[in-house]
């Protein structure tokens, strides 16, 4: 009986090693929105391509993603929260910040709009129609850069946290997808990255409400982990890979890339 | 409904269209899970029956411990494996972080106790029944514990594929550890995971079925392997 | 046997307390080196916890057991019957072969020799059937080849028959006449006072944990000696 176990075991073992065999790896974290937004996709297999370089995709919260290139368990990371980037290369961790390109965030709500948002002239007038309507708002509430942006929206509106109670506001402690579904189920307002909700797939009765204020623009950054402080990361690759997000080549693709028929991020890299 | 339906659909398509991602992250759930469970039933197993056997001050307070650690939260365990491995741990060098090492570690901390306990209230049984016998026959506690193992290989064997069970569908841990990495370290429960976060509920729900049909046809091929069921022998 | 016996066993005041109580003892006792020794004697008089103590399966809270030869020696060289054998879960064979192979025999070795004393007890034909389908006669006979088949110099059996037909009770009965001559030294216990006089050399009777009565069987049942010896005998209830 242990015998053909036994067999059985080895030949699917050999299957998925023989499966798994490339050249050189790195590893990159990086948020929620970029992977949703199927950039990755693209980019991967030409960097597979042009470099000969694997990039293994860690997808986490910006949080998180810190806490993995500060511990050096990842070779770089591609994140969008100016404050926690310049903090991460300040204590060592980062070797500099890299802008890359940005893409921008949409206010998604029910199709009645509650609020009436939809014509709002600002960001600021949009999240104060949702606030003075006490219509349900669904926050990520899981201290990611897409959880940062839209706390300083809040802030910026003059809609403190005490004004935020969780009769209409609520936290759902998790990533961009589950919140959707959250606000999908609730009926609720939310904020998302434009990719994330292009790309989800349980939409229901939500639709894009507003838009377009430059306000809700979402800068990402490319941050190779310090090999001076971390020894064992894969420096070459990430500079390699850092040299070609800068290159023409990247811009074209990332321009280029179109996700229903729309444009999702703007390239508009520039060494620090 | 329906999306319980779109949901066995789209199972059927990956499955008849042999889809090389589903097939991928199949064979990546069985290595890592299949490897786990190996590992924690070459320690759980002879521990079990060591307890069973052997009697001693803090026996009982050992046994309990042992069954409160079969309720260790997975989120909880791979974090603490997190830490262990991650570079700044104590195991960083090696490395193994977001590799599928990483996960069969966390899977043997996680399942180790189940099939350490239930492999003890087995042995329990049995010995309670040969206790005697072994005594007589001057059997040293190498000997009984192997007469155990070997004589209740059956409710051995039903340990391990509860620790299978248990292994396949977990996904805090895993997730953690493995960071559900495309072609390196995503398995079935990660990217159902990531599917629902996406909203493809379809494509979830579909990859849930797959998941309940491997853990079927594994347990399935086991007792077939084993002739235990057919054969009735014990 | 090439080895000197480990017997005669010479007990000295021997004591096996259980929950506080003295379930034997103080006792003194000889078991010589020859014949077939039948211990009798009332429900609850103790004879299954001597039985243990002799075979050292039970802990003396006081007193001796003084054998000819060491401790390790000593369990090696006996075995023990017990009232409702134990049945492991393998094959017939194997639970025959069993002891051979804790003794460091090759597995061949063991299973050639548990073979031939499946013939001798009549179940060759269900060597490779699992042990628990076997009936109540056949499973004694089983345990009775799995202790004979180390060759003990002594043989201890608990009331070995006490739920057998008459068939499975001669055939037990004959297995241990052919193991007395072959040279294995026999005590054992027994509720059938016919089976006793059929069997025994000599006689212990025991009563609330000690030894009322000893000596050779013949006279034993002839003329008892002391008044709870008779009335057992006559079929008087003991307490």
Redesign the interface.
Known sequence: MSGMIRVVLAALVAAVVAGTALAETMKLAVTTSFENSGLAGVLLPEIAADLGIEVQLLVVGTGQAIRLGAAGDVDAILVHARAAEEDFVASGDGAHRTEIMYNDFVLIGPGDDPAGIAGAGTADAALTAIAASRAPFASRGDDSGTHKKELALWEAAGIGPEARDVGWYKETGSGMGATLNTAAGLGAYVMSDRASWLNFGNKGDLVLLFAGDPALFNQYAYLPVNPAKHPHVKAEAATAVEDWLISDRARALIDGYRLGGEQLFTFNAARE | MNEIWQGLIEAGRLIATLDADLIEISLRSLQVTVTAVLIASAIGIPFGAWLAVKRFRHRRAAIALLNALMGLPPVAVGLFVYMLLSRSGPFGVFGLLFTPAAMIVAQVFILTPLVASLAHQSMRE?WA??H??L?????TRR?RIA?IV???RRALLTAALAGFGRGIGEVGAIMIVGGNIDHATRVLTTAIALETGKGNFALALGLGFVLIGLAISVNWLVHTLSRTEGGA?? | MVDASILPLVVSAARVRRDGRDIIGPLDAELAAEGTTLVIGPNGAGKTTFLRML?G?ERLSGGTLRWQALEREV??RQ??V?QSP?M???SVLENAA??LI?RGRTRRQAREAAAGWLARIGLAEAAER?A?VLSGGERQKLALARALVTEPDLLILDEPCASLDGRATREIEALLVAARAAGTRVVMSTHDMGQARRLASDVLFLHRGTIREAGPAEAFFEQPQTPEARAFLRGDIVE
């Open positions: 049995l029944d040969y005697d016998l005594i007589s026959l001057g059997a000997q007469a070997r004589d209740g022998r014990w | 075979h399966l369990r090696r075995a023990f017990f134990v492991m879960r393998r069993y002891p804790l699992p628990h």
